[in-house]
């Protein structure tokens, strides 16, 4: 039998919000700024805001616009005013989203589709793909059935434009440039993309899933940022996500397509259903209104005046960082970045170290690979904690310095594996496998030892080896070991 069945008598909501309240507590601490992803927090004004609108309408169903001309209204708007800001012009058009994966899921199936018809005669299409670019393009690719193929990056973690352009043969649909990627914080160059597409008769998709909203508000205020959007020539669709530096509600992303028969193949229809005619642009079926309500609002709440103010606040920390960066000995910033997602590296001192000893001062930064590095996204909630964060920094650089000798007989280095958010359960399944002292080791050290953990992934034999590790984790985090306790009551 399963751990938890449903209770025989319901449960005094007391009971239940005190549980969630206890389980709550163990969550990272994103509300002081200790989180470098994940949430983006604004001020107690636009949380308001958005929590308000949400609630509204907290029980509509963006399914079907026909019954909801108010979610109709709102994403239209919500689509149009992205499209204004990223330079759609007149014939710009776009959809709104749960969050940047379905987006990118809906432009590479848009990409696809248009294959169809633009380059016909193939079985399979294929796209090319920074190697920095976001996995969900690896995930459309699984559920599409599209080679995808990835260009590798520039000394200057750009894509290699010369290598990118050997890729592309006349299977080819789709490349893909982001702005920023993700991993260091860099935007690949666009225009120049957008020349290659247009020289090899292909779509480009332009990732702005984090930078979308913010790089825009960042020129305005005088930032130094590359051309990205549909001003670019080439350029034929844009993910924007509006639950990051929009500061939606989560659950809220838009895609642009530069003409409305490109977003047309985005699309799905059944027309044979004794249920009735079915359309959806999307993937999703039912579509909570909260979070379209939660945009529109918020957008409209800040305004350019008000994002303009958000984006300040954001350029002046990053500044602040990038200098503190430079400041602190043993730690540098992999490449100077674009907009305000960073990666930190070691200079002579191992990354993962410095990272475990954040993690042990409650510090949520994510590890990333290739190279070795920490990743900051900065936000609004990030001016507060400077002086904290990089007290916590000179320690841990200093802690990792000396830890060397602890740690010996444990093959650190290089990793080759990196697994977002779920470094426990890593270290849990290698202890397992391994079994040997080496494993002890860790587990006297404790689940926070992610330096000891990439190093041991090296001695993994293959990719595929890894794959399958990793697929083992989701399955254990997917497992339940325990039911909540229902029988406290409130304090
Ligand atoms: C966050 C992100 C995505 C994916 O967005 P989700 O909302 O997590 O699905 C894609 N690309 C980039 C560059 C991102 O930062």
Redesign the pocket.
């Known amino acids: 039998m399963s751990k938890k069945s449903l209770p025989v008598e319901g449960i005094t909501s007391d009971r239940i919000f005190a549980a969630m309240e206890t389980i709550k507590q163990k969550d990272i601490r994103w509300g002081e700024g200790r989180a470098f992803s994940l949430v983006f927090k604004g001020d107690k004004e636009m949380d308001e805001v958005i929590r308000r609108a949400s609630q509204m309408f907290f029980s509509e169903n963006g399914l079907n616009p026909s019954a909801f001309p108010s979610l109709k209204q709102f994403e239209n708007e919500v689509v149009a005013m992205m499209v204004n800001l990223l330079n759609g012009g007149d014939i710009g058009c776009g959809s709104m989203t749960?969050?940047?994966?379905?987006?990118?899921l809906m432009a590479v199936k848009a990409a696809r589709e248009w294959g169809k018809k633009n380059k016909p005669g193939h079985t399979r299409y294929k796209i090319i793909v920074p190697l920095s670019?976001?996995p969900?393009f690896d995930k459309a690719a699984h559920y599409f059935e599209l080679d995808l193929v990835k260009a590798p990056l520039g000394t200057d973690y750009r894509v290699d434009l010369a290598a990118l352009e050997k890729l592309i043969d006349d299977r080819t649909v789709l490349i893909v440039g982001?702005a920023?990627?993700?991993p260091q914080g860099v935007v690949d160059p666009i225009s120049a993309m957008g020349q290659l597409a247009k020289k090899h008769n292909t779509l480009l998709h332009v990732?702005?899933?984090?930078?979308g909203v913010l790089l825009p508000f960042f020129k305005m205020i005088g930032a130094d940022v590359p051309d990205f959007d549909f001003s670019v020539e080439g350029v034929t669709s844009i993910?924007a996500?509006l639950?990051?530096y929009g500061y939606a509600a989560k659950g809220a992303?838009v895609v642009l397509f530069k003409n409305k028969e490109l977003r047309r193949h985005s699309y799905f229809a059944s027309t044979d259903w004794p249920g009735g005619m079915y359309a959806s642009p999307s993937v999703l079926g039912t579509r909570a209104g909260g979070p379209i309500a939660a945009a529109w609002a918020i957008m409209n709440y800040l305004g350019i005046e008000g994002y303009t103010k958000v984006a300040t606040s954001i350029k002046n920390t990053v500044d602040e960082f990038k200098a503190r960066i430079d400041k602190q000995v043993g730690v540098k910033l992999a490449v100077n970045p674009d907009m305000s997602?960073m990666c930190l590296v070691g200079e002579g001192v191992d990354i993962y170290k410095v990272g475990d000893g954040m993690t042990n001062r409650g510090w949520h930064l994510d590890r990333q690979q290739n190279p070795s590095g920490l990743h900051l996204t900065v936000t609004y909630a990030h001016a507060e904690i400077i002086d904290q964060f990089f007290a916590d920094l000179e320690i841990s650089v200093a802690e990792a310095g000396n830890f060397g000798a602890k740690l010996s007989g444990v093959k650190t280095g290089i990793a080759k594996g990196f697994i977002k958010a779920m470094p426990k359960g890593v270290v849990g399944k290698l202890v397992a496998r391994e079994g040997k002292n080496f494993g002890k080791d860790l587990e006297s050290d404790g689940p926070k030892n992610t330096a000891a953990m990439y190093g041991m992934m090296e001695a993994l034999p293959g990719k595929g080896d890894l794959d399958g590790l990793v697929l083992d984790v989701l399955d254990g985090l997917f497992t339940l070991q325990k039911p909540l306790d229902l029988t406290e009551t409130k304090s």
């Open positions: 749960s969050g940047g994966t379905e987006s990118i670019v976001h969900a982001s920023p990627q993700y990732d702005g899933c984090v930078g993910s996500d639950h990051k992303s997602v």
